[in-house]
């Protein structure tokens, strides 16, 4: 016979005891107070036999002392276990609604006191916001009752538990039990008490709850109210002072809807919130309120009857010391950073935040797709044999978790969908959990992305459709039905608004293309926009045996069964540096569009914003020659209305002969934000000016002779036709480089390569790259010839076990006084893949004076990629060698600057080299990446701290690179974006510093 404990993690109900009915979040003035701090704590590997801990008397002395709210595996430098990562999997056996008897279980306990003035509250309340994943609470002795699912919140009556004065809390929690099978949520599993816990006095003629839903239509506010109370608490009374609205309930019959007048409407790029009281004799509630209407008309989705584009990001809450622990300084920071990068909406992945994140949505603008607290990912294992959300065993705990959803964050105004979960099939219990919210909430739809037949949803959502499917779903313009739909249940979807509720996979160096789904968003008004996978990565901060820091993701906890860097696939890194491909997004979704018309010499300014004008920004426009300013000003655009354009003309521009001219246009905030200060660029645009000046010829040579031995020419030496020395320093090279180091996105195996013919189902390109020896090329010279002034080198490069190759000619000569070098690269026929890269590599040893920084004329200034260009913006940039990669928690191929024109590297603020760029035949400039390690180095590293010390820095520039793509979970390298073998041609004049 099972035990009774092992019965009690195995129950689907998901509460047992005097839980309370969920309700708001509420800012009330009745007397509460937190239990946060130090807790004694004791963990066991199982589920203790008893629970004589909860005694009062019971002597916890030799117990350890832990804070609330946090996670246990993240205190006492892994006494208490260790954090687990799975995406998908299960970390324990898949037998619902079982878990293994080895099931860690925290036992909590603390004294509080509680005021003598309490002792007339009509009732107690102990308030638990997060426990992961089940628990049972005792008072004084007294059990309670018990509670699960871990992101919602569970109030318990403790009336006639407490007393005044002194008195013991004990709580013991279960790291496994049959909700973790809801709560495969793509993250670290982090048991314990992690959210707040309060004891909170409820007065006698006390307000339960309230809900204010405040429409707008026509400039006008309405407010429909909804108050719990009995009707001992009336009169109640609603003041809004800043309307001059206060209306009074003399008994629950008299709360009806009412209008205020004008309002200011809320939205998220001007989010106008009222501060509202609702009041009785005994107790005060304060609530912000932002007047707004959702609503979906035909396949659109409108707030205040205007369409919204939600330019988004998927959001966990983590952080690398605290995990899911809150912080509210951190967690303002954190979206007042979306807001500064273009993002206006949050999807809640995939679980309630802390309630708090919501108050600050509310008050910084945000659309927010707010997420359920369930996820049954791990059951595609087994074909989804045994999903609950089917099993009506189930359907209490699914409903449970969906009315505490809504029910704690219905009154905010950033909420404009709710969302029934995250992968986990579908089934009646989901159609359940919609068919309430549709009866409790009128105002706002349903999405579930699984419910891919739009059986119960009002919503189309889709994860990683391709930019081509995407165009198909917007435009309409295939009748074919729909993934797995049936031709009367794709009719019914393409009735409504679409929306990609995870899109371009940021993991590693990446996404690309995000352009290209933004253009769709206004070409077809179906198409609302998305969600990007993710905000941020998830790594935990850890040391080494050595105590060399670093980010820690799956396995590096010696986890059984574990998803690897998976869990690291934000646009924001884990201690809180943007990412390139955040300032990627930043410039592809910025609100203002900037369109030079050259022969009116006029800019077109078309607002691309849901309901602000351009009267909070200003625009400035500059002129640079080579990089360098050399004129600027203010353009005096008038307002354009939201999805309004106008023209305004350009100031005359100054053309350089000897240099390039670029002018560039900048929309920057006109005023201090909550969120940014004025200044801050919101949108930006560059028109090319320059004079075309045509590139210099290649000069023929027919008098070459065979050579060996040493030769000088202008800085370069050589020996034997090999590179030795540059301007005075040691050097190798230039040698074919082929291969960088994977990207997350290259090591994908994905089946997702319909739009490429690039790309092999199921295999990886990193695989591919590795079989046709790119990784490990070998070089045969096969002659080496000379002039007066020139030398000339003939190479065939190759693999071991491979039968293609590549000619690589190289010719150093004397041009102009100035040194030239020049690469004919040509790959043989056979070649079965796309190559990562054309370029050539230097070494470029220490020595007395390392390289340590360059500076450079080109696209900047961070690192960009084919299909990741939108953000790099012509100009003359600097950066340290260290700052010119980024350090993605598996190291891989960072820090390619593109299409650069100049470079120079310098030691100790000296310059040590000039490169120039000749553009080739058809006008492409090569690109560079400088850093201390080589691509094979880099890619045999997991972590940052295994790369090896190094006593070299190494220049490539790039002929081409290989796209980004977004295979690590999405569509491959779009085909225009995809480098195939061929002949490329790399020129550079070189001089001394």
């Given at each position: 016979?099972?035990?009774q404990n092992?019965?009690?993690?195995?129950?689907?109900?998901p509460g047992?005891?005097a839980?309370?009915?969920a309700?708001?979040?509420?800012?009330?003035d009745a007397p509460?107070?937190?239990?946060d701090g130090?807790?004694?704590?004791?963990?066991?590997?199982t589920?203790?036999?008893?629970?004589?801990?909860?005694?009062?008397?019971?002597?916890d002395?030799?117990?350890d002392?832990?804070?609330?709210?946090?996670?246990?595996?993240l205190?006492?430098?892994g006494?208490?276990g260790?954090p687990?990562?799975?995406?998908?999997?299960?970390?324990?056996?898949?037998?619902p609604?079982h878990v293994?008897?080895?099931?860690?279980?925290?036992?909590?306990?603390?004294?509080?006191d509680?005021?003598?003035?309490?002792s007339?509250?009509?009732?107690?309340?102990?308030?638990?916001?997060?426990?992961?994943?089940?628990f049972r609470?005792?008072?004084?002795g007294e059990?309670i009752g018990?509670a699960?699912?871990?992101?919602?919140?569970?109030?318990?009556?403790?009336t006639?538990a407490v007393?005044p004065?002194?008195?013991?809390?004990a709580?013991?929690v279960?790291?496994?039990?049959?909700?973790?099978?809801?709560?495969?949520?793509d993250?670290?599993?982090?048991p314990g008490?992690f959210?707040?816990v309060?004891?909170?006095?409820?007065?006698?003629?006390?307000?339960?709850?309230v809900?204010?839903?405040?429409?707008?239509e026509?400039g006008?506010?309405?407010?429909?109210a909804e108050?719990?109370?009995d009707?001992a608490?009336?009169p109640?009374?609603?003041?809004?002072?800043?309307?001059?609205?206060?209306?009074?309930?003399?008994a629950?019959?008299?709360?009806?809807?009412?209008?205020?007048?004008?309002?200011?409407p809320?939205s998220?790029?001007?989010?106008?919130?009222?501060d509202v009281t609702v009041?009785?004799?005994a107790?005060?509630?304060?609530?912000r309120?932002g007047?707004?209407?959702?609503?979906i008309?035909?396949d659109r989705?409108l707030?205040n009857?205007?369409r919204?584009?939600?330019h988004?990001?998927?959001?966990h809450?983590?952080?690398?010391e605290?995990g899911?622990?809150?912080?509210?300084?951190?967690?303002r920071?954190?979206?007042?950073r979306?807001?500064r990068?273009?993002?206006?909406?949050i999807?809640t992945s995939h679980?309630?935040?802390?309630?708090?994140?919501?108050?600050?949505a509310?008050?910084?603008?945000?659309?927010v797709v707010?997420e359920?607290?369930l996820?049954?990912?791990?059951f595609?294992k087994?074909g989804?044999t045994g999903?609950?959300?089917?099993?009506?065993?189930?359907?209490?705990?699914y409903l449970?978790?969906m009315r505490?959803?809504?029910?704690r964050?219905?009154?905010h105004p950033s909420?404009?969908m709710?969302?029934?979960?995250n992968?986990?099939?579908?089934?009646?219990?989901l159609a359940a959990?919609a068919?309430?919210?549709?009866?409790?909430?009128?105002?706002r739809?349903v999405?579930?992305?699984?419910?891919?037949?739009?059986?119960?949803?009002?919503?189309y959502?889709?994860m990683?459709?391709?930019?081509?499917e995407?165009?198909r779903?917007g435009?309409?313009g295939s009748?074919?039905p729909?993934?797995?739909?049936?031709?009367?249940?794709?009719?019914?979807?393409?009735?409504?608004?679409?929306?990609l509720?995870e899109?371009?996979h940021?993991m590693?160096?990446?996404?690309?293309?995000l352009?290209q789904?933004?253009?769709?968003?206004?070409?077809?008004p179906r198409?609302?926009?998305?969600?990007?996978?993710?905000?941020?990565?998830?790594g935990?901060?850890?040391?080494?045996?050595?105590?060399?820091?670093?980010?820690?993701?799956?396995g590096?906890f010696g986890e059984?069964?574990?998803?690897?860097n998976?869990?690291m696939?934000g646009?924001l890194?884990?201690?809180?540096?943007?990412t390139p491909?955040?300032?990627?997004y930043?410039?592809?979704a910025?609100?203002?569009r900037?369109?030079?018309?050259s022969?009116?010499?006029?800019v077109?300014v078309?607002?691309?914003?849901?309901?602000?004008d351009?009267?909070d920004l200003?625009?400035?426009?500059?002129?640079?020659?080579?990089?360098?300013?050399?004129d600027?000003g203010?353009?005096e655009?008038?307002?354009?209305a939201a999805g309004?354009?106008?023209?305004?003309?350009?100031?005359?521009?100054?053309?350089?002969?000897?240099?390039?001219t670029w002018?560039t246009?900048?929309?920057v905030l006109?005023?201090?934000t909550a969120?940014?200060?004025?200044?801050?660029?919101?949108?930006?645009?560059q028109?090319d000016?320059s004079a075309?000046?045509?590139?210099?010829?290649?000069?023929s040579?027919?008098?070459?002779r065979?050579?060996?031995?040493?030769?000088?020419?202008?800085?370069a030496?050589?020996?034997?036709?090999?590179l030795?020395r540059?301007?005075?320093?040691p050097?190798?090279?230039?040698?074919?480089?082929?291969?960088?180091?994977p990207?997350?996105?290259?090591?994908?195996a994905?089946?997702?390569?319909?739009?490429?013919d690039?790309a092999?189902?199921?295999?990886?390109?990193?695989?591919?790259?590795?079989e046709?020896?790119l990784?490990?090329?070998?070089?045969?010279?096969m002659?080496?010839e000379r002039?007066?002034?020139?030398?000339r080198t003939?190479?065939k490069?190759s693999?071991?076990?491979?039968g293609?190759?590549?000619t690589?000619?190289?010719?150093?000569s004397?041009?102009?006084?100035?040194l030239?070098?020049r690469v004919?690269?040509?790959?043989?026929r056979g070649?079965?893949t796309?190559?990562?890269r054309?370029g050539?590599?230097?070494?470029?040893?220490?020595?007395?004076?390392?390289?340590?920084?360059?500076e450079?004329?080109?696209?900047g200034?961070l690192?960009?990629?084919?299909d990741?260009?939108?953000?790099?913006r012509t100009?003359?940039?600097?950066?340290?060698?260290?700052d010119?990669?980024?350090?993605?928690a598996?190291p891989?191929e960072?820090?390619h600057?593109?299409?650069v024109?100049?470079?120079?590297?310098?030691?100790?603020?000296?310059e040590?080299?000039?490169?120039s760029?000749?553009?080739?035949?058809r006008?492409?400039r090569?690109?560079?990446t400088?850093?201390?390690?080589?691509?094979?180095q880099?890619a045999?590293?997991?972590?940052?701290?295994e790369?090896?010390d190094s006593?070299?820095s190494?220049l490539i520039v790039?002929?081409?690179?290989?796209?980004?793509?977004?295979r690590?979970c999405?569509p491959d390298?779009?085909?225009e974006?995809?480098?195939r073998?061929?002949?490329?041609?790399?020129r550079l004049r070189l001089?001394?510093?």
């Open positions: 016979m099972p035990s092992s019965a009690y993690v195995s129950d689907t109900a047992r005891g839980l309370r009915a309700r708001s979040w509420l800012h009330s509460s107070r937190s239990l130090h807790w004694r704590f004791r963990l066991s590997p589920v203790p036999a008893a629970a004589d801990f909860a005694a009062e008397g019971f002597d002395g030799d117990w002392s832990i804070p609330v709210p946090s996670h246990w595996v205190q006492g430098d006494a208490y260790r687990i990562y799975t995406n998908v999997q299960y970390p324990f056996p898949i037998d609604p293994p008897d080895e099931n860690p279980t925290g036992d909590y306990r603390r004294h509080f509680m005021p003598a003035d309490w007339g509250a009509e009732r107690v309340v102990l308030r638990f916001d997060g426990v992961e994943s089940l609470l005792w008072v004084n059990e018990g699960s699912g871990s992101r919602l919140a569970h109030e318990f009556d403790v006639s007393r004065g002194d008195n013991v809390v709580v013991r279960h790291q496994w039990s049959a909700a973790s099978y809801l709560e495969d949520q993250q670290w599993w982090l008490i959210r707040d309060t004891l909170i006095a409820r007065p006698a003629g006390g307000i339960e709850d809900w204010l839903r405040a429409g707008y026509d006008q506010g309405r407010i429909e108050i719990t109370a009707a608490a009336f109640v009374t609603l003041r809004v002072p800043e309307l001059g609205v206060e209306r009074v309930w003399a629950p019959d008299d709360v009806v809807p009412f209008d205020v007048g004008a309002v200011d809320w998220a790029e001007r989010p106008r919130l009222y009041s009785s004799a107790e005060s509630i304060a609530l309120v007047f707004r209407t959702v609503e008309r035909g989705f707030v009857g205007r919204v584009v939600f988004g990001m998927n959001r809450e983590t952080h690398p605290r899911r622990v809150f912080d509210e300084e951190h967690a920071e954190d979206l007042a979306m807001k990068f273009n993002v206006n909406a999807r679980y309630p935040p802390h309630p708090r994140l919501l108050d600050l509310d008050e910084l603008g945000f659309w707010l359920c607290d996820e049954t990912h791990g595609d087994v989804w999903n609950p959300s089917d099993d009506p065993a189930w359907r209490e705990a449970d978790r505490r959803t809504l029910e964050d219905k009154n909420v404009v709710w969302s029934l979960g992968e986990a099939g579908t089934g009646g219990n959990m068919a309430w919210v549709h009866a409790r909430d009128t105002g739809p999405h579930y992305e699984g419910d891919h037949t739009g059986e119960y949803t009002d919503v959502s889709r990683y459709a391709s930019v081509p995407t165009e779903i435009s309409d009748r074919s729909l993934m797995n739909c049936t031709p009367a249940q794709s009719a019914r979807q393409r009735t409504k608004p679409f929306l509720c899109y371009a940021a590693g160096n990446g996404p690309g293309a352009d789904y933004e253009a769709l968003v206004h070409e077809y198409l609302h926009g998305g969600f990007v996978w993710e905000w941020r990565d998830h935990i901060l850890t040391t080494t045996p050595d105590g060399t820091p670093y980010y820690a993701y799956g590096d059984t069964v574990h998803d690897g998976f869990v696939d646009m890194l884990s201690d809180d540096v943007p491909s955040l300032h990627e930043k410039a592809v910025q609100p203002v900037l369109t030079f018309d022969g009116a010499g006029e077109a078309t607002s691309l914003r849901h309901s602000a351009t009267s200003r625009f400035r426009w500059r002129v640079e020659h080579d990089g360098r300013l050399v600027s203010d353009l655009v008038p307002v354009v309004e354009s106008g023209r305004v003309p350009l100031p005359p521009v100054a053309v350089a002969h000897d240099a390039e002018l246009v900048d929309a006109a005023a201090d969120w940014a200060s004025a200044g801050h660029v919101i949108a930006t645009a028109q000016r075309r000046r045509p590139s210099p010829g290649v000069r040579r027919t008098d070459w065979d050579t060996d031995g040493t030769l000088t020419l202008g800085i030496e050589f020996v034997e036709g090999s030795v540059l301007a005075g320093r050097v190798t090279g230039p040698r074919l480089e082929l291969f960088r180091a990207t997350d996105n290259d090591e994908s994905s089946e997702e390569v319909e739009e490429s690039a092999v189902a199921g295999v990886s390109q990193a695989t591919l790259w590795r046709d020896g990784d490990r090329l070998t070089v045969r010279r002659s080496v002039t007066a002034d020139a030398l003939l190479s490069v693999a071991a076990n491979s293609s190759w590549v690589v000619e190289t010719v150093w004397i041009e102009g006084g100035e030239e070098l004919e690269i040509e790959p043989s070649w079965r796309v190559w990562p054309i050539i590599r230097f070494d470029l040893p220490d020595g007395t004076a390392p390289v340590d920084a360059a450079w004329f080109g696209l200034p690192e960009s990629y084919p990741s260009l939108r953000a790099a100009g003359r940039f600097s950066s340290t060698l260290r010119l990669s980024v350090d993605y598996r891989q960072t820090g600057r593109s299409q024109r100049q470079l120079t590297l310098t030691s100790a603020g000296a040590v080299l000039r490169l760029a000749v553009p080739d035949t006008g492409r090569p690109g560079f400088l850093g201390r390690h080589t691509p094979q880099i045999r590293a997991a972590h940052p701290f790369l090896p006593t070299t190494h790039d002929a081409a690179q290989h796209g980004l793509g977004s690590a999405g390298v779009w085909p974006f995809a480098l073998p061929e002949s490329r041609t790399i001089s001394a510093g």
